[in-house]
């Protein structure tokens, strides 16, 4: 069905242009009458037709120059907002065809190299070939002109995603909140603005403190212009763009090691986790209290300890003593591998390497815990012994926390299916076509929309600028946009991790891949950066949002009116410092 309503587009936009005409004879004539030869079908006598003389301006004025040379134009506004219908819808259709081959491409390969290098550019490539066409039209004046439209598309797609978007998907995947955190699957509160929301894992606010890091290109452009100085924003440019090409570069890096990064967190968490079991389950079976009076540890009652775990009492714990402790206790809905956690405490106790633990490596082992442990919960005075179980209790809950921010889907939380692609020749033959198919659409009607955008401006007298900054982002991240609303709906944390971190990673390739690409055609074609209320916007809306989701994991309902307000608010923003204080 989507190929055959494309095919029909295409179909449309190509004949609609075409008709079929007599050429008209221009016989000299003192009355300003011309003849076509023909008069009701009789060669011989001509029918006359009154010419009016339109002067050369007129001409230039009424010319529609047609992309390609073939692609319908118009210059009444209702024509061209028809045009940018079509055309967004086949920038959409791009959009979705190169989400679905990425999809596949990642179903074979799975991350790493194609999760992290090829995804994220290939999810910016409409909005790229958007703003490249914009500044590569015609000469220098044209380009100057048209330009506005791709830094409209950049700022527009950013504050869509991070206001708009953020803000329905807050919505859509709310759950109860208990003790700051989303219970799965459970929306009972309906829509209180404290009890309700989401939570995320850790690396989403690590996806959002990355995307507030995006924005320094944006800042160094800047700069001559908060300085007011002329003399050095062809440099800035220049500086800019490398920055912006580093900072892509080392983005791609991390994306590509995020997941080995990833595992190497979630065993650490998995491991400080077994630690505070132990912890709590000596304190449980303790001759005494695991601190003193000064809050250091009772070397006395860990010995006593040793001596009980020591079955065979010889003096040494074994691998085989040590797992049979870690299986005796119960660890809350997580799930290790017992070897694998003897193995990490013996790396902890065992400093002479002998594969097993003697009582002064136990003691100084159990020490080391209980000063990590206090330090988790704060610092001891004077009556830490008593309160040993309270900050034991407060370690406890923390590591367990810190493990399910992780993102650790071996408990069931992950709803995709694994599993073996039934045909991978075919899924990967299949993937390139998509991947081909929506790049070739982005390619080839990318520069009609641009002029359409242009064309409609100039019927309206609406600034491009506006235009591109709601409509375009419309176009080019409504695929993006459709699958994170729907993945969020699932209400998990997973699924809601997964979805703001997709919108933090996708303004992250606006901020350097897209700006990249615009930087690069201000700094080649010699063109003016004069944007300053358009990167004000971006820089408030960005660091607002992403400072918010820096420093916290559960964002409650209230949020989202944050989110919404923001939107209006840069629109405002822009107008009022663009048109009232001539910024631009």
């Known amino acids: 069905m989507r190929f055959r309503s494309l095919i029909s587009l295409l179909f449309l936009l190509f004949f609609t242009s075409s008709a079929y005409a007599r050429f008209v004879s ?23 037709i009154k010419t009016v003389e339109v002067s050369a301006e007129e001409k230039e004025e009424e010319a529609c120059e047609q992309t390609y040379g073939f692609m319908p134009c118009t210059k009444t506004a209702l024509g061209n907002v028809f045009l940018i219908l079509v055309y967004g819808f086949l920038m959409f259709t791009a959009a979705t065809y190169l989400s679905a081959g990425s999809e596949l491409l990642l179903e074979i390969l799975g991350p790493g190299i194609v999760g992290g290098l090829f995804l994220p550019m290939l ?27 791709g830094m409209g598309l950049l700022a527009g797609s950013t504050v869509m995603l991070l206001t708009v978007i953020w803000g329905t998907c807050t919505v859509v995947g709310k759950c109860d909140l208990r003790d700051s955190i989303a219970v799965n699957n459970q929306d009972t509160k309906g829509f209180h603005l404290k009890d309700s929301g989401v939570t995320v894992d850790v690396w989403t606010s690590y996806a959002a403190r990355i995307m507030a890091i995006s924005v320094i290109p944006f800042i160094i452009v800047q700069l001559p212009q908060m300085l007011d100085s002329t003399s050095g924003r062809h440099l800035a440019v220049l500086v800019a763009l490398i920055l912006s090409v580093l900072m892509l570069i080392s983005y791609c890096v991390y994306q590509v090691f995020q997941p080995w990064i990833q ?113 988790a919960a704060g610092p001891s005075g004077p009556d830490a012994g008593p309160r040993t179980m309270k900050f034991l209790d407060h370690f406890h809950v923390q590591t367990k926390r ?17 599993g073996e692609v039934a045909d991978p020749k075919w899924i990967t033959i299949k993937a390139a076509l998509l991947l081909l198919l929506g790049a070739a659409i982005a390619a080839a009607f990318a520069d009609p929309l641009v002029d359409t955008v242009n064309n409609f401006s100039a019927a309206t007298g609406i600034p491009s600028f506006f235009i591109s ?111 009232w204080f001539g910024w631009s």
């Open 263 to 375: 595992r190497r967190r979630l065993a650490f968490a998995k491991h400080k986790h077994v630690i505070s079991g132990i912890l709590k389950h000596l304190k449980q079976h303790a001759l005494g209290r695991l601190l003193d009076d000064e809050g250091q540890p009772d070397e006395h009652v860990i010995r006593k300890l040793f001596e009980t775990i020591d079955a065979n009492k010889d003096g040494h714990l074994s691998a085989a003593e040590l797992k049979a402790l870690i299986i005796g206790i119960s660890f809350e809905d997580i799930d290790f591998d017992k070897d694998d956690a003897v193995g990490k405490v013996l790396q902890d106790f065992d400093k002479t390497l002998d594969e097993q633990v003697d009582q002064e490596e136990f003691v100084r082992g159990i020490k080391h815990w209980l000063i990590q442990a206090m330090g």
């Open 469 to 579: 900054f709601i409509a375009l982002p419309l176009a080019t991240n409504s695929s993006e946009a459709v699958s994170a609303i729907i993945f969020a709906s699932r209400k998990k944390i997973r699924t809601a991790s997964l979805t703001f971190s997709e919108l933090c990673g996708g303004v992250t390739m606006n901020n350097i891949l897209c700006l990249s690409v615009f930087l690069a055609i201000v700094y080649v074609r010699g063109l003016t950066w004069n944007f300053s209320s358009e990167v004000l916007v971006i820089l408030i809306v960005c660091l607002v949002m992403g400072g918010f989701a820096s420093f916290r994991t559960t964002y409650p309902l209230w949020t989202c009116f944050i989110a919404y307000l923001l939107y209006p608010f840069s629109l405002g923003l822009v107008y009022i410092l663009d048109y």
């Open 26 to 48: 221009l016989r000299p004539s003192s009355t300003l009458l011309i003849s076509d030869g023909i008069n009701g079908g009789n060669l011989a006598s001509g029918s006359v």
């Open 123 to 149: 999810g910016a490539l409409p909005d790229a070939m958007l703003i490249m066409v914009s500044g590569l039209s015609g000469d220098a004046a044209t380009a100057q002109t048209q330009v506005s439209v």
């Open 402 to 418: 810190e493990h399910a921010l992780l993102g650790d889907n071996e408990n069931g939380e992950n709803d995709e299916e694994s």
